[in-house]
Antibody, heavy 114, light 106 residues
Framework: QLQLQESGPGLAKPSETLSLTCTVS??????????WAWIRQPPGKGLEWIGS???????YYNPSFKSRVTISEDTSENHLSLKLTSVTAADTAVYYC??????WGLGTLVTVSS | EIVMTQSPVTLSVSPGERVTLSCRAS??????LAWYQQKPGQAPRLLIS???TRATGIPARFSGSGSGTEFTLTISSLQSEDFAVYYC????????FGQGTKVDIK
């Protein structure tokens, strides 16, 4: 069964770059079986799609993030990465990675604070 | 961007009651619609995909229907463990989520 686990610093300073990793087990990210996504949820609020990456590396981003976001894949390590630049307090959220609609990680909380 | 609108925002119900949650898309999403359940401190749990297909291990009291722009999640007899927030999610044109419906105890 596909399992996903997010990891990264739990704290980021304003204006810095947030970097997270999603480690995938139970399947290969290069199998083409899933499209991979990052989603976030600010405390007490709803879910927001950040972007997706497809087999071969094609990426699609939520326009709300403009040019701040980069999603990439490392097929040798079987993990995905999320980079979000110029963070502010509004980027404080639980960040989830997902493989299709079926498989979600448990999420990781990132707090943006000086 | 496809906007997903859920109603009601909050629903107060008693255990054993039948519950119907609605989700409307601003344009057709065909049957590319999922429903999730989320409890405090937990990740969303997939209930339904393809508008009406229950995910593995999901009890039969959960059912989904609809296509195009109008969708419904029905819980036939609400159990105590079903008090949670429910989100709809379209995946036909990138991804967008509804704002959620909180089902709480009456």
């Amino acid at each position: 069964q596909l399992q996903l686990q997010e990891s990264g610093p739990g704290l980021a300073k304003p204006s810095e770059t947030l970097s997270l990793t999603c480690t995938v087990s139970g399947g290969s990210i290069s199998s083409g079986s899933y499209y991979w996504a990052w989603i976030r949820q600010p405390p007490g609020k709803g879910l927001e799609w950040i972007g997706s990456i497809y087999y071969g590396g094609s990426t699609y981003y939520n326009p709300s993030f403009k040019s701040r976001v980069t999603i990439s894949e490392d097929t040798s390590e079987n993990h995905l990465s999320l980079k979000l630049t110029s963070v502010t307090a509004a980027d404080t959220a639980v960040y989830y990675c997902a493989g299709g609609v079926t498989n979600w990680g448990l999420g990781t909380l990132v707090t943006v604070s000086s | 961007e496809i906007v997903m609108t859920q109603s009601p925002v909050t629903l107060s119900v008693s255990p054993g009651e039948r519950v119907t949650l609605s989700c409307r898309a601003s344009q057709s999403v065909s049957s590319n619609l999922a429903w999730y359940q989320q409890k405090p401190g937990q990740a969303p749990r997939l209930l339904i995909s393809g508008a009406s297909t229950r995910a593995t291990g999901i009890p039969a009291r959960f059912s989904g229907s609809g296509s195009g722009t109008e969708f419904t999640l029905t819980i036939s007899s609400l159990q105590s463990e079903d008090f949670a927030v429910y989100y709809c999610h379209q995946y036909t044109n990138w991804w967008t989520f509804g704002q959620g419906t909180k089902v709480d105890i009456k």
